[in-house]
């Protein structure tokens, strides 16, 4: 389905919780988040409905995220169900990675195609700080897990922020090419200032060819990350909510001071 400026729009990107077992300090407070209570989180069968409704309007491409996707219970047999809808063409998953060694080959099986892994440094002390909790040798081995897996490909998203170590990246950018994994540098984003960039390695942040939508995890169909714009699906349905997001989605992204990265999904 085109938008307003004839752009296609065929990629949903679907947040499945906004729940995460990390807390980055560009993404969380330390202190945690005010949680989407458990009754307002969609059920698999409403994502479902609402991706048959999706494929029906021209829509081809999904990417599950979060939050932290694998902390969903039973998103294996959600992707699975996803997966065996007609008219998926690309079934994709962002994840930490944390979980991913537990996760890969269940997910393969069940249908996903694809991931992109976040990783922001190669330095174990940095890494966890970075994240306050993670530890990195997990993340190492769930790329490992997906590599063997047979998920393909394997992307590595890491956000430059103003302070990286440049040495840090260079030593990302080899580990990449060593596992041959493509490799994406995403530039620090804030969505209060509007402040994104195009992201290098890959198509996100050019507005002139913007083909997504987004669900988030408590039923608000987005049609730009930075825009407060959001249709609810419970109150409109999936058929109204999806054309009213294309039809009202955005020349290009401003500024969403009421949105937040774990809650739409980045």
Request: contains cysteine; neutral net charge.
């Amino acid at each position: 389905m085109l938008d307003n400026y004839k752009r296609n729009i065929n990629y949903l990107r679907i947040s499945v919780t906004d729940r995460c077992n990390l807390r980055c300090t560009y993404c969380m407070p330390e202190d945690g988040i005010d949680l989407i209570a458990h009754e307002e989180v969609l059920s698999f069968e409403e994502i479902v409905d609402f991706v048959k409704e999706a494929i029906a309007t021209g829509i081809t491409k999904v990417r599950l995220t979060g939050g932290e996707p694998l902390v969903r219970k039973g998103i294996v047999e959600l992707v699975k169900k996803i997966a065996q809808l007609p008219g998926i063409e690309d079934l994709a998953m962002t994840t930490n990675g944390i979980l991913l060694e537990k996760y890969a080959e269940q997910l393969h099986e069940a249908g996903l195609m694809r991931v992109n892994i976040s990783l922001d440094t190669m330095n174990a002390e940095k890494y966890k700080s970075l994240t306050r909790l993670g530890n990195i040798k997990d993340v190492f081995k769930g790329i490992d897990a997906a590599i063997n897996s047979g998920l393909q490909p394997v992307k590595i998203n890491c956000v430059r922020m103003p302070d990286s170590d440049l040495d840090d990246l260079e030593a990302l950018r080899k580990y990449c090419e060593n596992k041959g994994l493509d490799l994406r540098f995403i530039r620090q984003m804030d969505l209060a200032t509007g402040e994104f960039s195009i992201v290098e390695g890959g198509k996100g942040g050019n507005c002139q060819e913007c083909n997504r939508i987004r669900l988030t995890a408590n039923g608000k169909v987005k049609p730009c990350l930075f825009n407060q714009s959001e249709y609810d699906l419970k109150k409109l349905g999936a058929k109204k909510a999806i054309n009213e997001s294309i039809n009202q989605k955005p020349e290009t992204g401003s500024k969403n001071k009421k949105g937040s990265f774990y809650g739409i999904g980045g």
